[in-house]
C-alpha cells in the first residue's frame, strides 16, 4: 500500500512537473495530496512555508541539480515524491540519485581529491565530521546561512528544532552538516516471550533473578543461554543475533560504537573524550595523538579486548550456525523470521519491515510481539559514556561545488527536512530528525505499532547513542581498516587481543602519514611517545578521565535487569 501510495502521489506531481508553471498552485496541490495535517505546521503555516521557498527559488528556475543519498526508505520517499513536488513548485529540477552508502563515500571522496563537482549536495554520514572539519573542503553551513547563503536559508528551518545537531557540529563550535534523517542501534528482545510465565518462572529459577530487559551484559549472556535451545511454539530458538562474514558490512558493526557499549574511551557526550569510541586520543586541541594503549589510546586497551570477545563468544554459543557467514543486510531482517529472543544490535531501520501484517512476530490487531529498549553496557562501562550509535545521514555542501548549484542544493535540501513535510516523511521512514515531529499527536496514535520507537525518541536516554564523533580524522580511510581486523578475529585466523592490536596500529600508520603529510594543519595528528598500559592508565586518572582503563579481575559482573514496562513509565515522568 505504502509503495503504491508512493508510485500514485510522484505520478500526480510528475504530470505538472511537466510544465511551464512553478509556483504556489503546484504547492497547494502537493499539500492537498501529500501532506494534509500530517505536518507540525498548520495549512496557513505550510503555505506561508511554501512561499517563501518559491520565492526563494526563483533566480535557478530552470537549473538542473544533482543530489546523492544512499538507498533507504526515507531517501527513496525524497526521490520518488518529494524531489518531483520541489521541481514542480520551484521551477529547479532535481534529481536525487540512490546508491549505495560504501559508493556515497566513495563519490565524496573522488570530489574532495580532484575538485570536479560531481553532485550538487551529498547525504553523507554525521561520521565524517572530523574529515570535513579537518579537510575543511566542505562549507561550514554556520557561516553560509549568515553570509552567501542568506538569502537561500529559511527563516523557519529552525535548528534548535533539529534532535541531531551536536553530532555535526565541530570543535570549531560551526555547523557543518544539516541532519536529513536518523537511527539508533537498540536492544531488540521478544516482549511475549519475556512475558510468558513459563519462561519467567524458568529464568527465575535457573538464574535467582527475574527475567527483562538486561542492563548489563552479564544478564544479556544469562538470557542468551536461557533461550538457546528452547523450543517455544514448535520451533527451536536462538538467545542472540548477530553476524560474522569478513566484508566491509562487518566494519559498521563496530565502529557503529559496540565497543562504547563494553565501556572503551571515556565519558562525555555526545563521544568521549579525550579518549573516543573508535580508542583514539586526542590532546587539548583536538588533535589526535595516538589509538594504541602505548600512546594513551584505547583501540586494544582491556575494554575493547573484552568487547570483541563477548561478541565472538555469543556469536558461536548463542546464534543460529548460519549467522557467523551472514553479512549485516542478510542479518537483518532474521529476528523477524519468529525465532530470535533477543539482539543487543538492532537498527531501528529496520522498524518498519518488523511491524508489518503477517510476520511471525506482529500480533493479528498489528501490534508487534517485540519491543526495543536502550542497549546493555559492559562491565568497563560508567555512567555518563554514551551507549550506543546513532546513524545520522545530513546534508553536506562541498565548497567544489559552484555557489549558484550549491543554493539550489541548499532549498531542496531545506524543504525535504521542513516542518511542512517533516512529519509525513518521517511516518514513511521512521527516521526522526525534529523534535516537533517526535511529538506530533499522529505518533501519539501510532507508537503502539511501532515497539517502543517513539517512546525511546521521548526518553532523556536517547541522548546517549551518537555517530562517530571528531577524534576521527578521516573516516574513509580509517573505517575500512576495521572490518579487515575484525575479520580476522571472526574468522579464528587472529585472537581478539591480536586483532585489536594490529587494528591500532594500522590506524597509526594511517595518522602517522596525515602528521607527515601536514595536509590537516594544526588540527591534523600529533603522535604522542610510547608508553606501558599502567603509565597511560595512572595519567588518565591523574587528569580526571578513564581511559584506557586496566583489565577488571572478573568481567562476569552481577547480573541485572529491569521489567520494560516500569522502564518507559520511568521516562514518561521525567
Known amino acids: 500500500?505504502?509503495?503504491?501510495?508512493?508510485?500514485?502521489?510522484?505520478?500526480?506531481?510528475?504530470?505538472?512537473?511537466?510544465?511551464?508553471?512553478?509556483?504556489?498552485?503546484?504547492?497547494?496541490?502537493?499539500?492537498?495530496?501529500?501532506?494534509?495535517?500530517?505536518?507540525?505546521?498548520?495549512?496557513?503555516?505550510?503555505?506561508?512555508?511554501?512561499?517563501?521557498?518559491?520565492?526563494?527559488?526563483?533566480?535557478?528556475?530552470?537549473?538542473?541539480?544533482?543530489?546523492?543519498?544512499?538507498?533507504?526508505?526515507?531517501?527513496?520517499?525524497?526521490?520518488?515524491?518529494?524531489?518531483?513536488?520541489?521541481?514542480?513548485?520551484?521551477?529547479?529540477?532535481?534529481?536525487?540519485?540512490?546508491?549505495?552508502?560504501?559508493?556515497?563515500?566513495?563519490?565524496?571522496?573522488?570530489?574532495?581529491?580532484?575538485?570536479?563537482?560531481?553532485?550538487?549536495?551529498?547525504?553523507?554520514?554525521?561520521?565524517?565530521?572530523?574529515?570535513?572539519?579537518?579537510?575543511?573542503?566542505?562549507?561550514?553551513?554556520?557561516?553560509?546561512?549568515?553570509?552567501e547563503g542568506k538569502d537561500v536559508t529559511n527563516p523557519g528551518l529552525d535548528l534548535a528544532d533539529f534532535i541531531g545537531t551536536s553530532f555535526t557540529t565541530a570543535p570549531d563550535k560551526k555547523l557543518y552538516q544539516l541532519p536529513d534523517q536518523q537511527f539508533a542501534n537498540l536492544y531488540w528482545f521478544r516482549y511475549d516471550w519475556f512475558n510468558d510465565e513459563?519462561?519467567?518462572?524458568?529464568?527465575?529459577?535457573?538464574?535467582?533473578?527475574?527475567?527483562?530487559?538486561?542492563?548489563?551484559?552479564?544478564?544479556?549472556?544469562?538470557?542468551?543461554?536461557?533461550?538457546?535451545?528452547?523450543?517455544?511454539?514448535?520451533?527451536?530458538?536462538?538467545?542472540?543475533?548477530?553476524?560474522g562474514k569478513k566484508d566491509p558490512s562487518l566494519g559498521w558493526r563496530f565502529t557503529d560504537a559496540w565497543l562504547s557499549m563494553a565501556g572503551n574511551?571515556?565519558?562525555?557526550?555526545?563521544?568521549?573524550?579525550?579518549v573516543d569510541e573508535w580508542g583514539i586520543k586526542v590532546d587539548e586541541n583536538s588533535r589526535p595523538v595516538g589509538s594504541c594503549v602505548a600512546r594513551g589510546g584505547d583501540t586494544n586497551g582491556p575494554a575493547a579486548v573484552y568487547s570483541i570477545s563477548k561478541y565472538l563468544d555469543w556469536l558461536k554459543a548463542y546464534a543460529p550456525p548460519e549467522a557467523q557467514g551472514m553479512t549485516f543486510s542478510e542479518s537483518g531482517?532474521?529476528?523477524?523470521?519468529?525465532t530470535i529472543a533477543q539482539q543487543m544490535f538492532w537498527y531501528t531501520a529496520f522498524t518498519a519491515d518488523a511491524v508489518k501484517k503477517g510476520l511471525p512476530v506482529v500480533n493479528e490487531d498489528g501490534t508487534p510481539k517485540w519491543r526495543m529498549a536502550p542497549s546493555p553496557h559492559g562491565v568497563y562501562w560508567k555512567d555518563g559514556m554514551k551507549l550506543g550509535y546513532q546513524d545520522v545521514g545530513s546534508w553536506t555542501l562541498m565548497k567544489s561545488t559552484p555557489e549558484d548549484r550549491a543554493k539550489a542544493a541548499w532549498l531542496y535540501a531545506q524543504f525535504v527536512t521542513s516542518k511542512t513535510v517533516d512529519v509525513k516523511k518521517s511516518h514513511v521512514g521512521l527516521t526522526l530528525i525534529r523534535e516537533s515531529s517526535i511529538r506530533h499527536d499522529s505518533f501519539t496514535k501510532r507508537a503502539p505499532e511501532l515497539g517502543g520507537l517513539i517512546e525511546f525518541y521521548r526518553s532523556p536516554a536517547?541522548?546517549?547513542?551518537?555517530?562517530?564523533?571528531?577524534?576521527?580524522?578521516?573516516?574513509?580511510?580509517?573505517?575500512?581498516?576495521?572490518?579487515?581486523?575484525?575479520?580476522?578475529?571472526?574468522?579464528?585466523?587472529?585472537?581478539?587481543?591480536?586483532?585489536?592490536?594490529?587494528?591500532?596500529?594500522?590506524?597509526?600508520?594511517?595518522?602517522?602519514?596525515?602528521?607527515?603529510?601536514g595536509i590537516q594543519g594544526d588540527i591534523g595528528?600529533?603522535?604522542?611517545?610510547?608508553?606501558?598500559?599502567?603509565?597511560?592508565?595512572?595519567?588518565?586518572?591523574?587528569?580526571?578521565?578513564?581511559?584506557?582503563?586496566?583489565?577488571?579481575?572478573?568481567?562476569?559482573?552481577?547480573?541485572?535487569?529491569i521489567n520494560y514496562d516500569e522502564l518507559v513509565k520511568s521516562w514518561q515522568s521525567n
Open 1 to 147: 500500500m505504502r509503495r503504491h501510495l508512493l508510485t500514485s502521489t510522484a505520478a500526480m506531481l510528475l504530470a505538472f512537473t511537466g510544465t511551464a508553471f512553478a509556483g504556489m498552485d503546484e504547492a497547494k496541490t502537493f499539500l492537498d495530496a501529500e501532506i494534509g495535517d500530517l505536518s507540525s505546521l498548520d495549512r496557513t503555516a505550510q503555505e506561508a512555508e511554501m512561499q517563501w521557498f518559491v520565492d526563494a527559488a526563483k533566480p535557478f528556475a530552470g537549473m538542473d541539480i544533482k543530489v546523492v543519498s544512499e538507498t533507504i526508505t526515507t531517501h527513496e520517499y525524497e526521490s520518488k515524491v518529494l524531489a518531483p513536488a520541489f521541481t514542480a513548485i520551484t521551477g529547479i529540477k532535481i534529481t536525487h540519485d540512490l546508491i549505495g552508502e560504501g559508493d556515497v563515500v566513495e563519490k565524496l571522496q573522488t570530489q574532495m581529491q580532484s575538485g570536479e563537482n560531481i553532485y550538487d549536495a551529498f547525504v553523507n554520514d554525521s561520521d565524517l565530521i572530523g574529515t570535513h572539519w579537518r579537510y575543511q573542503q566542505v562549507r561550514n553551513l554556520t557561516d553560509w546561512m549568515a553570509n
Open 462 to 517: 536517547r541522548v546517549q547513542w551518537s555517530p562517530t564523533g571528531t577524534n576521527v580524522p578521516d573516516y574513509p580511510k580509517l573505517a575500512q581498516l576495521w572490518w579487515q581486523a575484525i575479520g580476522d578475529a571472526s574468522s579464528g585466523a587472529k585472537s581478539a587481543q591480536e586483532a585489536m592490536d594490529s587494528l591500532c596500529a594500522e590506524q597509526e600508520k594511517v595518522l602517522q602519514r596525515l602528521e607527515r603529510a
Open 198 to 243: 513459563k519462561n519467567k518462572a524458568d529464568f527465575k529459577a535457573k538464574y535467582g533473578y527475574d527475567l527483562g530487559v538486561p542492563v548489563n551484559w552479564s544478564a544479556y549472556e544469562d538470557i542468551a543461554e536461557f533461550f538457546t535451545g528452547r523450543e517455544i511454539d514448535g520451533k527451536k530458538v536462538y538467545g542472540h543475533m548477530d553476524y
Open 333 to 338: 531482517p532474521v529476528p523477524a523470521q519468529g
Open 265 to 274: 574511551g571515556d565519558k562525555g557526550i555526545p563521544n568521549g573524550r579525550p
Open 525 to 561: 595528528p600529533k603522535l604522542a611517545e610510547e608508553h606501558d598500559l599502567e603509565y597511560w592508565n595512572a595519567e588518565a586518572v591523574k587528569a580526571g578521565s578513564l581511559a584506557p582503563q586496566l583489565k577488571v579481575e572478573n568481567e562476569k559482573e552481577k547480573p541485572q535487569t
